[in-house]
């Protein structure tokens, strides 16, 4: 069993920056399949973020040059470091990893994963 915990969310003016951190149980990334999801009040889940097992990194569009995953294995954390915050970014934050397995929600590309943390909110303000 893996667990997960994530943190470093909280409140900042839109434009600020906000660096999240998810910290694995022993071994908990040894797949390599790491992913940050968000959601927000009324809106289904979305994928934000995401290491795919062949190492390559994917980026929702609506984040791409503002959000940027880092690792450091030996500690075994992964981090998302978000820069030029908006409004539309305010959700819970969630790291999730094992598995990877791509399916369709709404017709939409997205990815299962088998263990979760319990989220960290992010919010954004005008």
Do not use: H
């Amino acid at each position: 069993q893996v667990t997960l915990v994530e943190s470093g969310g909280g409140v900042v003016q839109a434009g600020g920056s906000l660096r999240l951190s998810c910290v694995a149980s022993a071994n908990g990334f040894s797949d390599n399949q790491i992913a940050w999801f968000r959601q927000a009040p009324g809106k289904q889940r979305e994928l934000v973020a995401q290491i795919i097992s062949s190492g390559a990194e994917k980026y929702l569009d609506s984040v791409r040059g503002r959000f940027a995953l880092s690792r450091v294995a030996a500690k075994n954390a992964v981090y998302l470091q978000m820069d030029f915050l908006r409004p539309e970014d305010t959700a819970v934050y969630y790291c999730a990893t094992g598995g990877g397995r791509p399916t369709a929600v709404d017709g939409r590309l997205t990815y299962e994963y088998d263990y979760w943390g319990q989220g960290t909110q992010v919010t954004v303000s005008s």
